[in-house]
């Protein structure tokens, strides 16, 4: 179960559509079905829920929505909704590890070379495995907000507790 879409109530549908555009929100529908009925529906850049808003889809006051939580990153330059409902902000400059919902590419190569450079003196010292056994348990550890060296070594764990390590190969 997730929270989809919060509904505002607007007074004027083009006016809140410029406004969210401005934010630089991502415009995912504008369904005109009629001259009564039209929804508009925004989604903040990396967020899992939407707003909509538009016309004959609520019965509610415009303006009357308070306390929605928006997350910014710089609450200085943050804006009031044109019609005054009411949004709380938060200002998180940078997320803990394991609450990024959508890593970028970049940050996910990051993470991969860094996971590749600590695997090298596990593999150097571990009998037979697969890599990708240790990697998985390293960027878990990491995203759970371990240090590099601590996920080493409950990566390092995970293989011995799990049996993910092949016996050496009598020779």
């Known amino acids: 179960m997730k929270l989809e879409v919060a509904v505002l109530p607007v007074t004027d549908v083009d006016r809140a559509k ?57 609450i200085e330059a943050a804006s009031a909704d044109p019609d005054g409902n009411s949004w709380l902000l938060q200002e998180v400059t940078e997320r803990l590890p394991g609450r ?16 590749a450079d600590h695997h090298g003196a596990f593999e150097a010292a571990a009998p037979p495995h697969d890599w990708w056994d240790w990697y998985a348990a390293y960027m878990d550890a990491r995203q ?9 070594s409950a990566a390092g764990r995970y293989m011995a507790d799990s049996r993910h390590i092949a016996a050496k190969p009598a020779g």
């Open 18 to 74: 410029a406004f969210y555009q401005g934010l630089g929100w991502r415009l995912d529908a504008d369904i005109n079905q009629d001259a009564e009925h039209r929804i508009v529906q925004f989604t903040p850049p990396d967020s899992p829920a939407s707003v909509q808003f538009g016309r004959g889809i609520s019965a509610m006051t415009p303006g009357s929505v308070r306390d929605l939580l928006l997350v910014v990153e710089d």
């Open 100 to 115: 990024v919902w959508q890593p970028d590419v970049a940050a996910l190569a990051d993470l991969l070379h860094e996971t």
């Open 144 to 152: 759970d907000g371990s240090t590099p060296d601590a996920a080493a």
